[in-house]
């Protein structure tokens, strides 16, 4: 069955409002507090495109920083990733190795090869590698994951997509590399509405001679395809069973009032979790409520509260814990840091913290201030997300998928007004949808459920 999502702390990003069509200010400084002092410290430099070239991660022993880990990252000159280098610091030696990520582009500046290394005794050493098969509409076909080992890349996995008329993914079949051949694993299989929003998406498992039903999710949106109902079924003694679902309400704005989760259990469903957000007349979300059920029973849990600047970035984000009836500031879940009311990163272990922002527009040449203005929805999304803009037709404009970690996990260039793209095997969590022409572009955010 699909894990259900009140366990995952990426519950902190489902509650995004409409996407602003800005770019945006980046943070470049984050303290995090327990409840007496400072505990740790993120600090990130910029290129004068706005590109961050490195990220550096300090902890806090007797009143001094020291260093923790540090990520660097390159560029080509039409700002595609090229390369990720994470380090960490041991004392007695400096910085080690720890990871390094390096990507391989094609002449449209499609994504077709990526290399993941381990560092071992402070060397470079092969992990695993991706190749993506693209055809010429720009839709990826296929991708072979293979690892390192005994010295020669062995196949791991392997995944097929088939295509709709409208670039939507109709199947997915997953295969894995068992007794040197290839061998089916499990199948999806979506449909949509006229919106390209999913409708339903089937799960199957490979029975040995034939593809047998597992999971079956379905999705109701409201007219602007801001999603309502989640539900899921798992397939038991013949039959569909329903399994969880969640129930989304909504401001004039689009805004997520609340997200109730609930499980089905003794032919009912019984409540397990409940988000209530609370947002200032700017849109800005201050409060972040999260119930959790007690013998059925909702009950307050702990909460979030957040400080903004004029211009939408948080500031200040806290942590609030139910003890004794009453909130008690104290450590809890992790805390998202917001840049122009947009959910931008977060921060875990700490009970608050402050943080400062680079001005989307600092260092910036006037081409890179002249920002694409585009959509991405619905948000959150199951399996396809649509890219909605004015598009130059001369098909230059790129578009890059990253995860939170910032690492690129799809590119291709677009040439349409409006262009679907399935992210049906990324895992849960928020993304970061980048789109422009060599240094003028903007970033998105969305939730995968």
């Given amino acids: 069955m699909k894990p259900f999502y009140k366990f995952s702390f990426f519950l902190l990003f489902l509650a995004l409002g409409t996407l602003q069509s800005r770019s945006q200010d980046k943070w470049d400084t984050i303290i995090g507090y327990d409840t007496a002092s400072a505990i740790k410290k993120q600090t990130r430099t910029f290129d004068a495109h706005g590109n961050v070239l490195n990220r550096l991660d300090e902890v806090s022993q007797y009143g001094f920083w020291y260093n923790s880990t540090n990520v660097s990252t390159t560029y080509d000159a039409n700002g595609n990733k090229l390369s990720e280098t994470s380090e960490y610091w041991i004392g007695s030696t400096g910085w080690n190795k720890q990871s390094r990520i390096t990507y ?7 994504l077709i090869y990526r ?12 992990y695993h590698e991706t190749s993506f098969i693209i055809d010429s509409l720009g839709d990826a076909t296929g991708m072979l994951i293979r690892e390192w080992k005994n010295a020669e890349w062995v196949n791991l996995q392997r995944l097929t997509y088939a295509y709709d008329s409208n670039h939507q993914v109709l199947t997915r079949v ?43 999710s379905t999705y ?8 309502l109902i989640y539900m899921n079924q798992s397939w038991q003694s013949g039959a569909w069973e329903n399994s969880s679902r969640a129930a989304y309400t909504l401001d004039s704005l689009g805004n997520p009032l609340t997200i109730l989760y609930q499980e089905w259990g003794n032919g009912k469903w019984v409540n397990k979790q409940r988000i ?29 509260r957040y400080y903004y600047d004029l211009r939408g970035n948080s500031e200040i984000g806290e942590n609030d814990v139910w003890q004794n009836e009453s909130w008690k500031l104290a450590m809890g879940n992790p805390l998202t840091i917001y840049g122009n009311n947009e959910p931008q990163d977060f921060i875990s272990s700490v009970v608050r913290y402050s943080a400062t922002f680079r001005p989307s527009n600092l260092g910036m040449d006037d081409e890179r201030q002249n920002t694409y203005s585009f959509k991405v929805y619905p948000n959150p999304v199951a399996n396809t997300v649509t890219i909605s803009g004015t598009i130059e037709k001369s098909g230059s404009t790129i578009l890059s998928v990253y995860s ?16 679907l ?13 980048k789109l422009g022409k060599g240094k003028n572009s903007s970033v998105k955010q969305i939730v995968k459920d």
């Fill in 104 to 110: 391989t582009y094609d002449t449209q500046e499609n």
């Fill in 115 to 126: 290399l993941n290394e381990l560092g071992l005794n402070n060397e470079w050493v092969n």
């Fill in 174 to 216: 997953n295969e894995s590399w068992l007794n040197n051949t290839w061998e089916n694993v499990g199948r999806m299989t979506n449909t949509y509405n006229s919106m390209g929003e999913t409708l339903t998406q089937l799960q199957e498992h490979w029975a040995g001679v034939d593809w047998a039903n597992y999971n079956l």
């Fill in 220 to 227: 109701s949106y409201d007219t602007a395809g801001n999603m």
């Fill in 276 to 304: 209530t957000s609370i947002y200032n007349e700017y849109s800005n979300k201050i409060f972040e409520t999260f119930e959790t059920a007690v013998d059925s029973v909702l009950v307050n849990s702990y909460r979030h």
């Fill in 404 to 419: 939170v970690q910032g690492q690129l996990l799809l590119q291709r260039k677009i040439s349409q007004d409006k262009t």
């Fill in 421 to 433: 793209i399935d992210i049906s095997s990324f895992s849960q969590g928020i993304y970061l949808f």
